[in-house]
């Protein structure tokens, strides 16, 4: 195999093997720092060795052999010695072909990773930041190319995201009982806030950031198979499959947004929305009452299900939107229950519900508020109240897709 071959291999062995390196060495060190460090030389070791040696024929044990002997070395001559140099050496034998890959209960470890990285302790953009970091593997370049952040801003974000977890001394453990909900709901909510941010982008250019979507999609599976007893994992997953579906159809060639109601729904995804539907009914399956991750797939499900738009079961989603108004309310939930409301009683009632949210002044500076008045007053054959709203969403709009898709419908209103 040529360097270059083997340099690519290597790569996908890291994309593989590196959350589970630093759950391990993170479970053995009880220091999320040191843990990456240490897995961070391992692979500098294989850059060096494997081009003259080739790929040893179970990579993630060579790599994590060499991860353990740094610790040991790096503790030798660090004051870290009396706390950790015991632990560390008692796991870690000469390194053999036949090595174990990673241990027993690796994914135990990778669970308490992606506890750790979501820790409440933390504020919610370094969860994220440290969970694209450790769990997905990406470079700090990066993740601030996703999130249009500059780099030394993201790079000490994730530094004192490890300082936090350092200093707060947070246990690499799993809760239990109600800290575990508690903590659960963390883990969600930062694997679903990084799958929209790529799904439909807060600012710049590109409406799309498909390596978000991708990577929170991949942690949700991961999370559905470690905690398969929870039904808002299976909630989750299926609503990242679902919404993975119609991900290509969101973008049109020339870069412009595509509503839904425009979409070709022939070209949606099959394999994502099986996958979705599966993971809805694994967590329907469980018995429980249904949290808002079960909802919102439920009703993506009602959107993939539906052979168009006007097929649709508005009257289903708009009851559970409803649903979900009593379980989590917050406003953005009650502006999407007025579109499906005007969808399936007519557009008077959907306004009525749009304008108690205006006048409440709960949704100031949310471009979609006035988005969804105009296209409501259009639809009632109010043009020029209309055209006003889309050019004030059109103003409150940060991505530049959106604003271009918001002026042309503020454009296609009939003056009077």
Partial sequence: MSEAGVRQTIAAVWSMEAPKLIAVLTRLTRDVGIAEDLAQDALVAALEKWPQTGIP??????????????????????????????????????????????????????????????????????????????????TTEQIARSYLAAEPAIAQRIVRAKRTLAAKQVAFELPEGRQLQERLSAVLEALYLMFNEGYAATSGD??????????????????????????????????????SSR???????????????????????????????????????????????????AIAACHAEAPSEAETDWVRISALYEALMQGQPSPVVELNRAVAV??????????????????????????????VRGELLQRLGRPAEARAEFERAAGLARNARERDLLLEQAASCEAI
């Fill in 206 to 243: 590109d409406l799309l950031r498909p390596l978000l979507c991708r990577e929170a999609l991949r942690l949700s599976r991961v999370l559905a198979e470690l905690m398969p007893g929870e039904p808002e994992v299976h909630g989750l997953a299926a609503l990242l499959e679902l919404q």
């Fill in 342 to 371: 005007a969808m399936a009683f007519g557009p008077a009632i959907g306004l009525a519900i749009a304008d108690e949210l205006e006048r409440r002044g709960e949704l100031a500076g949310y471009h979609l508020l006035p988005s």
């Fill in 57 to 138: 024929d179970n990579p993630g044990a060579w790599l994590m052999t060499t991860a353990r002997r740094r610790g040991i070395d790096l503790i030798r001559r660090s004051q870290l010695r009396e706390r950790k140099y015991e632990q560390l050496a008692g796991h870690t034998p000469l390194y053999a072909e036949d090595e174990p890959d990673l241990g027993e209960g690796v994914g135990d470890d990778l669970l308490r990773l992606i506890f750790l990285t979501c820790h409440p302790v933390l504020a919610q953009e370094s969860r994220v930041a440290l969970t694209l970091r450790l769990l997905c593997g990406l």
């Fill in 247 to 297: 991900l290509r159809q969101r973008v049109a060639p020339d870069g412009r947004l595509v509503r839904l109601r425009d979409q070709n729904r022939a070209r949606w995804d099959r394999l994502h929305m099986r996958r979705g539907l599966a993971a809805l009914e694994r967590g329907r399956s469980l018995g429980r009452r249904y949290g808002p991750y079960l909802l919102q797939a």
